[in-house]
Protein backbone atom coordinates (compact mmCIF):
# COMPACT_ATOMS: atom_id res chain seq x y z
CA UNK A 1 0.00 0.00 0.00
CA UNK A 2 1.41 3.88 -0.94
CA UNK A 3 1.57 5.86 1.75
CA UNK A 4 1.01 9.58 1.66
CA UNK A 5 3.85 11.84 1.11
CA UNK A 6 2.36 14.26 3.99
CA UNK A 7 2.40 10.81 6.53
CA UNK A 8 5.76 9.70 5.67
CA UNK A 9 6.75 13.04 6.15
CA UNK A 10 5.65 13.17 9.68
CA UNK A 11 6.94 9.66 10.63
CA UNK A 12 10.40 10.42 8.53
CA UNK A 13 10.56 13.41 10.53
CA UNK A 14 10.19 11.82 14.27
CA UNK A 15 13.60 10.19 13.56
CA UNK A 16 15.31 13.18 12.94
CA UNK A 17 15.78 13.95 16.44
CA UNK A 18 17.62 10.42 16.83
CA UNK A 19 20.12 11.37 13.86
CA UNK A 20 20.96 14.36 15.32
CA UNK A 21 21.05 13.19 18.98
CA UNK A 22 25.01 13.52 18.60
CA UNK A 23 24.69 17.19 17.81
CA UNK A 24 22.37 17.76 20.18
CA UNK A 25 24.35 16.16 23.01
CA UNK A 26 26.87 18.49 22.37
CA UNK A 27 24.84 21.92 23.11
CA UNK A 28 22.22 21.94 26.20
CA UNK A 29 18.70 21.69 25.18
CA UNK A 30 17.43 25.05 26.08
CA UNK A 31 20.15 26.47 24.28
CA UNK A 32 19.74 24.56 21.28
CA UNK A 33 16.29 26.38 21.13
CA UNK A 34 17.37 29.52 21.66
CA UNK A 35 20.16 29.29 19.06
CA UNK A 36 17.64 27.91 16.71
CA UNK A 37 15.45 29.56 14.28
CA UNK A 38 12.32 28.00 12.32
CA UNK A 39 10.67 28.75 9.52
CA UNK A 40 7.66 27.13 7.15
CA UNK A 41 5.96 28.41 4.45
CA UNK A 42 3.52 26.89 1.99
CA UNK A 43 2.40 28.39 -1.61
CA UNK A 44 -0.48 27.21 -3.50
CA UNK A 45 -1.84 28.53 -6.73
CA UNK A 46 -4.52 25.68 -7.21
CA UNK A 47 -2.88 23.20 -9.15
CA UNK A 48 0.51 22.95 -7.42
CA UNK A 49 1.33 23.18 -3.72
CA UNK A 50 4.66 23.32 -2.24
CA UNK A 51 5.75 23.93 1.44
CA UNK A 52 9.14 24.72 3.03
CA UNK A 53 10.42 24.47 6.44
CA UNK A 54 13.36 24.95 7.96
CA UNK A 55 15.35 24.71 11.30
CA UNK A 56 18.14 26.49 11.99
CA UNK A 57 20.31 29.17 9.28
CA UNK A 58 20.35 27.95 5.85
CA UNK A 59 22.55 29.26 3.33
CA UNK A 60 21.54 28.33 -0.43
CA UNK A 61 24.63 28.64 -3.41
CA UNK A 62 24.69 31.66 -5.43
CA UNK A 63 22.16 30.26 -8.01
CA UNK A 64 19.48 29.46 -5.78
CA UNK A 65 19.32 25.97 -7.16
CA UNK A 66 20.89 23.87 -3.85
CA UNK A 67 21.55 24.01 -0.70
CA UNK A 68 25.13 24.96 0.47
CA UNK A 69 24.87 24.90 3.85
CA UNK A 70 23.10 24.27 6.90
CA UNK A 71 23.44 25.11 10.70
CA UNK A 72 25.04 22.08 12.47
CA UNK A 73 21.95 20.25 13.72
CA UNK A 74 19.73 21.99 11.36
CA UNK A 75 17.26 20.70 8.80
CA UNK A 76 15.42 22.02 5.77
CA UNK A 77 12.58 19.59 4.31
CA UNK A 78 10.75 20.73 0.86
CA UNK A 79 7.03 19.07 -0.14
CA UNK A 80 6.24 19.23 -3.56
CA UNK A 81 2.58 17.87 -4.82
CA UNK A 82 1.26 18.60 -8.47
CA UNK A 83 -2.23 17.35 -9.47
CA UNK A 84 -1.98 14.91 -11.63
CA UNK A 85 1.78 14.46 -10.83
CA UNK A 86 4.06 13.24 -8.46
CA UNK A 87 4.30 13.82 -4.98
CA UNK A 88 7.99 14.78 -4.07
CA UNK A 89 10.01 15.24 -1.16
CA UNK A 90 13.09 16.21 0.09
CA UNK A 91 14.94 16.22 4.03
CA UNK A 92 18.28 17.75 4.34
CA UNK A 93 20.14 17.39 7.63
CA UNK A 94 23.44 18.56 8.53
CA UNK A 95 25.86 15.94 10.49
CA UNK A 96 28.17 16.97 13.08
CA UNK A 97 30.52 17.53 10.76
CA UNK A 98 28.85 19.79 8.47
CA UNK A 99 28.44 17.81 5.91
CA UNK A 100 24.66 17.30 4.25
CA UNK A 101 22.57 14.32 4.82
CA UNK A 102 19.32 14.10 2.13
CA UNK A 103 16.70 12.26 2.01
CA UNK A 104 14.43 11.98 -1.56
CA UNK A 105 11.23 10.56 -1.32
CA UNK A 106 8.88 10.05 -4.19
CA UNK A 107 5.08 9.43 -4.05
CA UNK A 108 6.22 7.58 -0.91
CA UNK A 109 8.78 5.80 -1.46
CA UNK A 110 12.72 6.61 -0.81
CA UNK A 111 14.61 7.66 -3.80
CA UNK A 112 18.25 7.76 -4.72
CA UNK A 113 18.75 11.68 -4.90
CA UNK A 114 20.50 11.75 -8.70
CA UNK A 115 20.41 13.55 -11.52
CA UNK A 116 16.73 13.51 -11.49
CA UNK A 117 16.45 14.70 -7.95
CA UNK A 118 18.82 16.70 -8.40
CA UNK A 119 17.19 18.54 -11.60
CA UNK A 120 14.16 18.91 -9.49
CA UNK A 121 15.44 20.83 -6.93
CA UNK A 122 17.24 22.95 -9.05
CA UNK A 123 14.29 23.84 -11.24
CA UNK A 124 12.02 24.31 -7.72
CA UNK A 125 14.17 26.02 -5.43
CA UNK A 126 14.58 29.53 -6.76
CA UNK A 127 10.69 29.67 -6.81
CA UNK A 128 10.95 28.37 -3.04
CA UNK A 129 13.30 31.18 -2.11
CA UNK A 130 11.30 33.83 -3.96
CA UNK A 131 7.96 33.40 -3.00
CA UNK A 132 8.89 32.01 0.87
CA UNK A 133 11.09 34.78 1.99
CA UNK A 134 13.48 32.19 3.16
CA UNK A 135 17.27 33.84 3.75
CA UNK A 136 15.25 36.87 2.43
CA UNK A 137 17.60 39.68 4.16
CA UNK A 138 21.08 38.09 2.95
CA UNK A 139 19.41 37.30 -0.38
CA UNK A 140 18.88 41.05 -1.19
CA UNK A 141 22.14 41.96 -0.08
CA UNK A 142 23.74 39.29 -2.41
CA UNK A 143 22.13 40.16 -4.84
CA UNK A 144 22.82 43.69 -4.52
CA UNK A 145 26.64 43.39 -4.15
CA UNK A 146 26.51 41.26 -7.52
CA UNK A 147 24.03 43.09 -9.60
CA UNK A 148 22.88 46.40 -7.89
CA UNK A 149 20.03 48.05 -7.04
CA UNK A 150 18.26 47.23 -10.49
CA UNK A 151 19.22 44.03 -9.93
CA UNK A 152 17.20 43.70 -6.68
CA UNK A 153 14.12 45.26 -8.18
CA UNK A 154 14.77 42.63 -11.49
CA UNK A 155 14.11 39.77 -8.45
CA UNK A 156 11.05 41.71 -7.10
CA UNK A 157 9.23 42.18 -9.95
CA UNK A 158 9.26 38.01 -10.20
CA UNK A 159 7.54 37.86 -6.76
CA UNK A 160 3.88 37.31 -6.45
CA UNK A 161 3.49 37.14 -2.92
CA UNK A 162 2.35 40.32 -1.09
CA UNK A 163 4.32 40.00 2.32
CA UNK A 164 7.41 38.83 0.45
CA UNK A 165 7.41 41.67 -2.05
CA UNK A 166 7.19 43.76 0.69
CA UNK A 167 10.13 42.20 2.86
CA UNK A 168 12.39 42.39 -0.14
CA UNK A 169 11.24 45.87 -0.74
CA UNK A 170 11.82 47.29 2.31
CA UNK A 171 14.97 45.31 2.78
CA UNK A 172 16.59 46.78 -0.25
CA UNK A 173 15.71 50.38 1.14
CA UNK A 174 17.19 49.82 4.23
CA UNK A 175 20.23 48.35 2.56
CA UNK A 176 21.02 50.86 -0.35
CA UNK A 177 20.10 54.15 -0.72
CA UNK A 178 18.05 54.47 -4.09
CA UNK A 179 18.44 57.16 -6.72
CA UNK A 180 15.40 59.02 -7.85
CA UNK A 181 14.69 56.66 -11.16
CA UNK A 182 15.22 53.49 -8.79
CA UNK A 183 12.99 55.06 -6.36
CA UNK A 184 10.62 55.68 -8.76
CA UNK A 185 10.55 52.27 -9.83
CA UNK A 186 10.71 50.67 -6.39
CA UNK A 187 7.29 52.49 -5.79
CA UNK A 188 5.88 51.52 -8.88
CA UNK A 189 6.70 47.81 -7.74
CA UNK A 190 4.89 48.22 -4.46
CA UNK A 191 1.82 49.72 -6.11
CA UNK A 192 1.71 45.83 -7.12
CA UNK A 193 1.17 44.54 -4.08
CA UNK A 194 -2.14 42.90 -3.76
CA UNK A 195 -2.72 43.44 -0.13
CA UNK A 196 -3.65 46.99 1.36
CA UNK A 197 -1.81 46.90 4.63
CA UNK A 198 1.74 45.45 2.94
CA UNK A 199 1.53 48.14 0.35
CA UNK A 200 0.86 50.51 3.17
CA UNK A 201 3.53 49.56 4.94
CA UNK A 202 5.89 49.59 2.17
CA UNK A 203 4.86 53.55 1.55
CA UNK A 204 5.35 54.47 4.95
CA UNK A 205 9.01 53.01 5.12
CA UNK A 206 9.67 54.85 1.84
CA UNK A 207 8.54 57.62 3.06
CA UNK A 208 11.65 57.82 5.31
CA UNK A 209 14.09 55.64 3.16
CA UNK A 210 13.95 57.49 -0.73
CA UNK A 211 14.61 60.71 -2.10
CA UNK A 212 10.98 62.23 -1.61
CA UNK A 213 12.42 65.73 -1.89
CA UNK A 214 12.13 64.96 -5.94
CA UNK A 215 9.31 65.56 -7.30
CA UNK A 216 8.78 62.14 -9.05
CA UNK A 217 9.64 60.12 -6.57
CA UNK A 218 6.56 62.06 -4.58
CA UNK A 219 4.28 61.84 -7.88
CA UNK A 220 5.11 57.72 -7.94
CA UNK A 221 4.28 57.50 -4.15
CA UNK A 222 1.02 59.06 -4.96
CA UNK A 223 0.22 56.46 -7.50
CA UNK A 224 0.82 53.58 -5.46
CA UNK A 225 -1.51 54.62 -2.90
CA UNK A 226 -4.31 55.62 -5.35
CA UNK A 227 -4.37 51.26 -5.88
CA UNK A 228 -4.74 50.81 -2.11
CA UNK A 229 -8.86 49.55 -1.47
CA UNK A 230 -8.57 49.87 2.09
CA UNK A 231 -9.78 53.50 3.48
CA UNK A 232 -7.62 52.82 6.75
CA UNK A 233 -4.71 52.22 5.13
CA UNK A 234 -4.75 54.38 2.18
CA UNK A 235 -5.67 57.09 4.81
CA UNK A 236 -1.65 55.87 6.87
CA UNK A 237 0.19 56.07 3.46
CA UNK A 238 -1.65 59.78 2.70
CA UNK A 239 -1.31 60.34 6.11
CA UNK A 240 2.58 60.12 5.70
CA UNK A 241 3.12 61.93 2.59
CA UNK A 242 1.18 64.67 3.47
CA UNK A 243 3.38 65.45 6.86
CA UNK A 244 5.68 66.86 4.75
CA UNK A 245 4.51 70.44 4.84
CA UNK A 246 6.79 71.38 1.39
CA UNK A 247 4.96 69.50 -1.22
CA UNK A 248 4.85 70.67 -4.72
CA UNK A 249 1.09 71.70 -5.80
CA UNK A 250 0.92 69.04 -8.53
CA UNK A 251 1.69 66.78 -5.89
CA UNK A 252 -0.50 67.89 -3.47
CA UNK A 253 -3.62 68.10 -6.24
CA UNK A 254 -3.67 64.26 -6.55
CA UNK A 255 -2.76 63.69 -2.98
CA UNK A 256 -6.69 65.14 -2.33
CA UNK A 257 -7.88 63.52 -5.68
CA UNK A 258 -7.34 60.25 -3.86
CA UNK A 259 -8.42 61.14 -0.82
CA UNK A 260 -11.59 62.33 -2.43
CA UNK A 261 -11.81 58.47 -3.48
CA UNK A 262 -11.73 56.99 0.30
CA UNK A 263 -15.14 55.50 0.95
CA UNK A 264 -15.44 55.44 4.29
CA UNK A 265 -15.63 59.60 5.54
CA UNK A 266 -14.45 59.25 8.73
CA UNK A 267 -10.66 58.47 7.34
CA UNK A 268 -11.55 60.76 4.65
CA UNK A 269 -11.94 63.73 6.89
CA UNK A 270 -8.81 62.96 8.99
CA UNK A 271 -6.75 63.04 5.60
CA UNK A 272 -8.35 66.54 4.59
CA UNK A 273 -8.42 68.08 8.47
CA UNK A 274 -4.55 67.18 8.35
CA UNK A 275 -3.98 68.31 4.82
CA UNK A 276 -5.77 71.51 5.94
CA UNK A 277 -3.56 72.46 8.74
CA UNK A 278 -0.53 71.23 6.83
CA UNK A 279 -0.71 72.92 3.30
CA UNK A 280 -1.87 76.89 2.63
CA UNK A 281 -4.30 76.10 -0.50
CA UNK A 282 -3.49 79.46 -2.15
CA UNK A 283 -4.01 78.37 -5.16
CA UNK A 284 -7.20 78.15 -7.55
CA UNK A 285 -6.67 74.55 -8.29
CA UNK A 286 -5.49 73.38 -4.52
CA UNK A 287 -8.62 75.23 -3.53
CA UNK A 288 -11.07 73.43 -6.21
CA UNK A 289 -9.05 69.80 -5.57
CA UNK A 290 -10.03 70.11 -1.58
CA UNK A 291 -12.96 71.37 -1.76
CA UNK A 292 -14.33 68.65 -4.26
CA UNK A 293 -12.65 66.02 -2.12
CA UNK A 294 -14.86 68.03 0.73
CA UNK A 295 -17.77 67.36 -1.24
CA UNK A 296 -18.06 63.78 -1.79
CA UNK A 297 -17.82 63.31 2.38
CA UNK A 298 -21.59 62.08 2.73
CA UNK A 299 -21.54 62.84 6.56
CA UNK A 300 -22.64 65.83 8.05
CA UNK A 301 -20.41 65.69 11.25
CA UNK A 302 -17.52 64.88 9.16
CA UNK A 303 -17.94 67.85 6.68
CA UNK A 304 -18.43 70.08 9.51
CA UNK A 305 -15.41 68.70 10.71
CA UNK A 306 -13.21 69.31 7.81
CA UNK A 307 -14.96 72.81 7.21
CA UNK A 308 -13.91 74.23 10.96
CA UNK A 309 -10.11 72.82 10.36
CA UNK A 310 -9.94 74.99 7.22
CA UNK A 311 -11.16 77.57 8.55
CA UNK A 312 -9.10 77.57 11.70
CA UNK A 313 -6.25 76.86 9.81
CA UNK A 314 -6.51 79.32 6.94
CA UNK A 315 -9.67 81.70 7.67
CA UNK A 316 -7.84 84.78 6.68
CA UNK A 317 -7.85 83.67 3.48
CA UNK A 318 -11.02 85.16 1.87
CA UNK A 319 -11.58 82.71 -0.91
CA UNK A 320 -11.29 79.95 1.30
CA UNK A 321 -13.67 81.25 3.65
CA UNK A 322 -16.35 81.93 -0.13
CA UNK A 323 -15.34 78.15 -0.53
CA UNK A 324 -16.13 77.24 3.15
CA UNK A 325 -19.71 79.06 3.11
CA UNK A 326 -20.58 77.27 -0.68
CA UNK A 327 -19.85 73.73 1.33
CA UNK A 328 -21.49 74.65 4.02
CA UNK A 329 -24.69 74.81 1.86
CA UNK A 330 -24.61 71.24 0.77
CA UNK A 331 -24.82 70.26 4.46
CA UNK A 332 -27.98 68.14 5.13
CA UNK A 333 -27.78 69.01 9.05
CA UNK A 334 -29.22 72.21 9.72
CA UNK A 335 -27.33 72.24 13.17
CA UNK A 336 -23.78 71.10 11.59
CA UNK A 337 -24.53 73.77 8.72
CA UNK A 338 -25.14 76.12 11.73
CA UNK A 339 -22.08 75.44 13.31
CA UNK A 340 -19.97 75.77 10.52
CA UNK A 341 -21.26 79.57 9.76
CA UNK A 342 -21.19 80.65 13.32
CA UNK A 343 -17.70 79.55 12.89
CA UNK A 344 -17.10 82.13 9.72
CA UNK A 345 -19.11 84.53 12.02
CA UNK A 346 -16.57 84.82 14.46
CA UNK A 347 -13.65 84.90 12.32
CA UNK A 348 -15.97 87.84 10.57
CA UNK A 349 -16.25 89.48 13.99
CA UNK A 350 -12.19 88.40 14.83
CA UNK A 351 -11.41 90.77 11.50
CA UNK A 352 -13.79 93.59 12.78
CA UNK A 353 -12.39 93.69 15.78
CA UNK A 354 -8.53 94.22 14.23
CA UNK A 355 -8.90 97.35 11.91
Known amino acids: MTISVFTLARRTLAFVPLLLAPVALCVPASDAVAQWSEHRSTHDDGNRRFELSTRGKVWFTDDDRDVQQLEPGGRLMIEERVRYGPERMLIITAAANGSLERTYIVDGKTQPFDGAGQAWLSSLLPEIIRET ?14 HGVSGVL ?174 ARTISSDSEKTAVLMEVSALQIKDTSRQ
Open 133 to 146: GVGAVERVRRIHAK
Open 154 to 327: DEIDLIRSSSNRRLYLTTLMNEARLNPSEAVRALRAAGKISSSSEKAGVLIAAADKLPMSDASVRGAYVEAARSISSSSELRRALTRLLEDGSLDDAVLRDALAVAGSISSTSEKASILVLAAQRHKFDDDRLRTAFFNAAESISSSSEKRRVLVALLRAQGTDKEIVRGVVQS
